[in-house]
């Protein structure tokens, strides 16, 4: 079994800052691609930020500039910062993370459970 745990989500004024971190756990052989996607109330989810193994990153135009992907593959944690936050940021954001569970299997996406980011205007 392989879980994606969220923390760091919260209020917080626009303007302000926040940082959310997600943590794999679990029986995997390596993690490929990892991103946050976030979904509002009333529409799709979409995609935020991705970053590959090797630290490439990419962003949706709405959010480049302000905010940072970044990951930890020692401890398998990826991260996003995110400042300057606007009130059209609010939303559940979700890691995602594509975990090769042993050898000779291909790469299965996993999902955290999410956590709520409000902004306040």
């Known amino acids: 079994q392989v879980h994606l745990v969220e923390s760091g989500g919260g209020l917080v004024q626009a303007g302000g800052s926040v940082r959310l971190s997600c943590a794999a756990s679990?029986?995997?052989?390596?993690?490929?691609?990892m991103g946050w996607y976030r979904q509002a109330p009333g529409k799709q989810r979409e995609l935020v930020a991705t970053?590959?193994?090797?630290?490439?990153?990419t962003y949706a135009d709405s959010v480049k500039g302000r905010f940072t992907i970044s990951r930890d593959n020692a401890n398998n944690t990826v991260y996003l910062q995110m400042n300057s936050l606007k009130p059209e940021d609010t939303a559940v954001y979700y890691c995602?993370?594509?975990?090769?569970?042993?050898?000779?299997?291909?790469?299965?996406?996993?999902w955290g459970q999410g956590t709520q980011v409000t902004v306040s205007s």
């Open positions: 995602t993370a594509g975990v090769v569970v042993s050898r000779f299997q291909s790469t299965r996406p996993y």
């Open positions: 970053i590959t193994s090797g630290g490439t990153t």
């Open positions: 679990g029986s995997m052989f390596s993690i490929a691609g």
